[in-house]
């Protein structure tokens, strides 16, 4: 009876939570708009085949530089006569493909740390965020680029590297969390009647830090999205150059920028738009979260 | 106050240690070979051991790091795989450039972004207040490479009024580089042409790194205005008949100013990492260009070195920014 009357209002008042938040970022006008922008990319990215009017990979040297709004070329053709539209929409795919990887295993093993630091303090926590110090004493990219560089090019690897930016980034949010909640009301309830280890951690004090990590996520997705990109870009991109990946497409069109500057434009926008859509998301989930905005 | 200071001297040296064993493991314990990446697959077995003894990598690894570790300390990172020029040298060559470049950057960042944050805090809720904040979302979005092609096709090719490419016209080379931070080279020959013609060429540079900094900068100035506003001292101030001008600058800029300066602090990572993009976009022969190149080339020793001396400098610059917040800031000092 004890663990169970513990429980009750904490569950009670977590739902009310994310409930309460969930209704206000309906009405919210920055969390329609950034959620459409990301809803339009994830569609691109799931019905990549059906949208594309072309290969995306083989080009066709005859109809090189098709400008856009062309014969059946919505944004035109590039040097190679690949078809850029089509590669847009491919490479909303490997964009968001990469940094949901990222981010995930970010998170995962962010979370990770940071809950052994938050929970056992003492050398643990010291240990832990000495490393975190350390990890983020490198600027993003560059960790990245060398990252890549050592490991090679490749998806995978540009995922690891991105994710080892993310990786201290979570556990330092989580412990600032677990500290805090350690003396909250309800885990000093629950701890009183008897609720010890991972119980308490995971039941009373991890639901409740769910707040920062998620609003963090989502704006990690769009600071992932913008890094591959800049990886692609600086030539560590995919290892197949004909590869549709932003970054890669905008390098690409570096040389041939007085010819056809709309070569640059169209995955450019699509990067500022993927990426404005998830920062829109993460700021209103922000306000949507926060306690101290409810009425 | 000095206690702080050495509190804080110390812990560079775990971070430092750390620093150089995570490049190191990097370098050595990932799946992967230098030597085969240099190589490339099918090199022959002979050719093989001899990069491999030539980068040291047949030695035990504590050995390694030992070695890695004095070289460190005497300043001796080794050499280019390609160029087989001193990496120390070349980096300390071409740092000057990308600080010049990052100062820019962050003093258009600082003189836009402080007063549009003073400006949208003030007038909260209405549509200049709207345009700003959806104004900072889309700068804190764009990626550099992409502004930065931006406004290089639009400045430098549609309407060619600003140099796109290096830090000045050679033919404006004429005063000697003793800082080769070329700002000041052209003021201490008192060369105003040589002095406009760098300012030029800062100008795009700056711009496309210090875009994202004057989004952070000028929310955080919003947000931290608009707590100060409301705070007691600036309606005393306000009752006992003030004029709104001097409200402005004595009470609330110079109290809401302090978060600020802790956001430029945490900026200048982004500033060093950004510097690849920006250099390798407008052609400027600072750092950031320099490992550019080597991830081209692949040479690895250039771009761990340069990580490295990169990750150093910055992590000296934060404890700096720390030490100089804490002396303008009491609440800080004795916590």
Redesign the interface.
């Known amino acids: 009876m004890t663990a169970a009357a513990a429980t009750a209002p904490a569950e009670e008042r977590s739902i009310g939570l994310w409930r309460d938040a969930f209704h206000r970022l309906r009405r919210h006008p920055g969390a329609i708009t950034g959620g459409a922008m990301v809803l339009m990319m994830v569609l691109a990215a799931v019905f990549a085949p059906q949208l594309a009017t072309h290969d995306p990979v083989r080009g066709d040297l005859a109809n090189s530089y098709i400008p856009p709004l062309t014969g059946d070329h919505l944004f035109g053709t590039n040097v190679q006569g690949q078809d850029v539209f089509s590669r847009i929409v491919y490479g909303a795919r490997l964009t968001l493909g990469i940094a949901v990887m990222s981010v995930t295993i970010g998170v995962l093993v962010g979370v990770f740390f940071g809950a052994l630091a938050g929970y056992f303090r003492g050398w643990v926590d010291g240990l832990i965020m000495?490393?975190v110090?350390?990890?983020l004493?490198?600027?993003?990219?560059?960790?990245a680029?060398?990252?890549v560089?050592?490991?090679?090019r490749g998806v995978v690897q540009i995922a690891i590297a991105i994710a080892l930016i993310n990786i201290p980034i979570f556990a330092r949010i989580l412990r600032g969390s677990l500290l805090a909640l350690r003396e909250a009301d309800y885990v000093i309830a629950a701890r009183a009647v008897g609720v010890r280890g991972p119980a308490l951690l995971l039941r009373h004090m991890l639901p409740n830090a769910m707040g920062p990590l998620i609003v963090q996520a989502t704006l990690a997705l769009?600071t992932a999205v913008?890094d591959a990109?800049?990886l692609g870009?600086?030539?560590?991109g995919p290892p197949d150059p004909r590869t549709p990946e932003w970054?890669v497409m905008?390098?690409d069109?570096?040389r041939f920028?007085?010819r056809a500057?709309y070569l640059?434009?169209f995955p450019?926008i699509a990067?500022?738009i993927t990426?404005?859509g998830f920062?829109?998301l993460g700021?209103a989930l922000r306000e949507s979260l926060d306690p101290r905005l409810r009425r | 106050m000095t206690r702080f200071i050495v509190r804080r001297l110390l812990l560079l040296i775990p971070i430092l240690i750390g620093l150089t064993l995570l490049i190191f493991v990097f370098i050595h314990l990932l799946p992967g070979d230098p030597a085969t990446t240099i190589l490339g697959e099918r090199a022959t077995p002979e050719n093989y051991a001899r990069v491999r003894a030539a980068l040291g990598l047949d030695l035990p690894l504590h050995e390694q790091y030992l070695r890695y570790m004095g070289g460190l300390l005497r300043g001796d990172l080794g050499r280019s795989f390609i160029t087989n020029r001193d990496v120390v040298a070349d980096f300390a060559q071409r740092f000057p450039a990308t600080i010049e470049l990052a100062l820019a950057a962050m003093l258009f960042a600082v003189t836009v972004g402080i007063p549009l944050g003073m400006i949208t805090a003030k007038r909260r809720a209405t549509w200049v207040d709207q345009l700003g904040t959806v104004g900072s979302l889309i700068g804190i979005s764009i990626p550099i490479f992409f502004l930065g092609l931006m406004l290089k096709y639009l400045f430098a090719i549609q309407f060619p009024v600003l140099p796109s490419e290096g830090r000045i016209d050679l033919a404006m080379q004429t005063f000697p580089r003793t800082t080769n931070l070329l700002v000041i080279d052209a003021l201490i020959a008192l060369d105003f042409r040589g002095l406009l013609d760098v300012a030029r060429h800062l100008v795009l540079p700056a711009i496309a790194l210090g875009t994202i900094p004057l989004a952070i900068i000028m929310r955080i100035t919003r947000a931290s205005v608009i707590d100060v506003i409301n705070e007691d001292y600036v309606r005393t101030a306000r009752a006992k008949g003030l004029p709104e001008r001097m409200i402005d600058g004595r009470h609330v800029l110079r109290n809401a100013l302090l978060p600020v300066v802790t956001v430029i602090g945490l900026q200048i990572g982004l500033l060093l990492g950004g510097a690849i993009l920006t250099e390798t976009i407008f052609a400027w022969p600072g750092v950031g260009r320099w490992i550019y190149d080597a991830v081209t080339t692949r040479d690895y020793a250039v771009i761990q070195s340069g990580v490295l001396l990169l990750a150093l400098i910055f992590v000296v610059v934060n404890l700096v920014v720390d030490v100089s917040y804490a002396l303008l800031n009491p609440r800080i000092r004795h916590s």
């Open positions: 000495r490393m110090d350390i990890m004493s490198v600027p993003g990219l560059l960790l680029i060398a990252v560089a050592w490991l090679g769009g913008i990109a800049a870009f600086l030539g560590l970054g905008l390098a069109t570096y920028l007085s500057p640059a434009f450019g990067i500022v990426v404005l920062n829109l700021d």
